[in-house]
């Protein structure tokens, strides 16, 4: 049988493994605006340890974004989670594609603000980071392909049409 210390501290691990675990960048950030927590993935997309980035500026955890501190102001400011996608550019040919989210997270118990109670301010906001460079390329692929397709169908259409005439005119033709 475990101790409450210990199941608190396997809690954790597992909590911990979980969290360096996703595929997508996630860090929490204070009023502050200082990093409480970030997993190893967007520790990396910001090219520093995680060791490095807990504590430090919350700019530093997505130091080449354009929208990410506005999202986690607007998500203090309205209490509310915000989303955004922001292109950068990585060299002259190519760029990267980053959706943004901002979560909320209060200091409220939830069972106190379900009865009834006044939810305090948020005191943190939770910020999700996903690379869909990947997904809009396959997207834009596929919308080529339906275009191509659809010229396609265009082309036998109009081929048909075309045909149909010259199989008569080529009859008449033969019978003169």
């Not at 210390?5 to 675990?21: P, Y």
């Not at 960048?25 to 502050?32: A, E, P």
């Not at 955890?61 to 955004?84: D, G, I, Q, W």
């Not at 005439?165 to 003169?176: E, R």
Request: hydrophobic share 40%; charged share 25%.
């Amino acid at each position: 049988m475990l101790s409450g210390r210990q199941t608190i501290l396997q809690s954790r691990n597992t909590l911990l493994a979980l969290f360096d675990g996703i595929l997508e960048g996630i860090y929490i950030v204070d009023q502050d605006s200082t990093i409480l927590a970030i997993n190893r993935t967007q520790a990396s997309w910001a090219g520093r340890e995680v060791r490095e980035l807990i504590g430090s500026s919350a700019e530093s955890a997505f130091p080449n974004s354009e929208y990410a501190m506005a999202l986690v102001k607007e998500t203090f400011r309205t209490c509310a989670p915000v989303s955004h996608t922001e292109r950068q550019r990585t060299d002259d040919t190519r760029s990267t594609e980053w959706a943004i989210q901002t979560y909320p997270v209060s200091a409220s118990d939830p069972d106190e603000v379900a009865n009834g109670d006044e939810p305090s301010p948020v005191d943190r906001v939770v910020v999700v980071v996903r690379d869909v460079t990947e997904q809009r390329m396959l997207e834009a692929s596929l919308s080529r392909s339906e275009k191509l397709a659809s010229v396609g169908r265009l082309a036998a259409g109009i081929a048909h049409e075309i045909n149909n005439p010259m199989t008569v005119i080529s009859a008449n033709a033969q019978i003169l």
